[in-house]
């Protein structure tokens, strides 16, 4: 009995772990398809998906040659986030900075992979920007019933924040 007790629990460990990681958020990998479509600006700019799907370089610091790391967030401009795969469509806002602040937040791209994902995406998309710019960070609540459109709004915007160095 003792090792079917075992492989029981095993199975059961792995199932849950599966389960986990298929209802969780993933950071698509974006560096080759942000090198590809680069255009060689080097002054901090990223690429990423727009609203219609198609591919396309956004973004940009400010602050080109000062070579002060808080610089281009003190100076301002706009920052893309990564794009994020979650089990209902991608996920990507854009933030725009001026004097070190968040002054805007939009999202380029939400779930949208069936008619109650674009649903939750259009309410609960409002709320996190208002919660953002109060907070000035990515240091917000989830919005009830909207926890994976959350999580991966607020991990693109994470990632917007570290490139502008805020």
């Given at each position: 009995m003792r090792p079917r007790?075992?492989?029981s629990a095993a199975l059961a460990s792995a199932g849950i772990l599966l389960a986990g990681w298929q209802s969780g958020v993933h950071v698509a990998d974006t560096r080759s398809a942000v090198a590809a479509a680069s255009t060689g600006n080097s002054?901090?700019?990223?690429s990423g998906l727009g609203t219609s799907g198609s591919a396309g370089?956004?973004?940009s610091s400010g602050a080109a040659g000062t070579g002060a790391a808080g610089a281009a967030a003190k100076a301002g401009g706009t920052y893309d986030g990564d794009i994020v795969q979650t089990r209902f469509g991608i996920v990507q806002v854009r933030i725009t900075v001026k004097a070190g602040d968040i002054t805007d937040v939009t999202a380029l791209k939400l779930t949208d992979h069936e008619g109650r994902s674009v649903q939750i995406s259009n309410y609960a998309a409002p709320i996190l920007r208002s919660e953002v710019l109060q907070a000035q960070s990515a240091d917000v609540r989830t919005v009830g019933g909207a926890t994976v459109t959350s999580d991966a709004y607020l991990t693109s915007l994470q990632a917007a924040l570290d490139a502008a160095n805020l």
């Open positions: 007790a075992a492989v002054s901090g700019s990223s370089t956004t973004g």
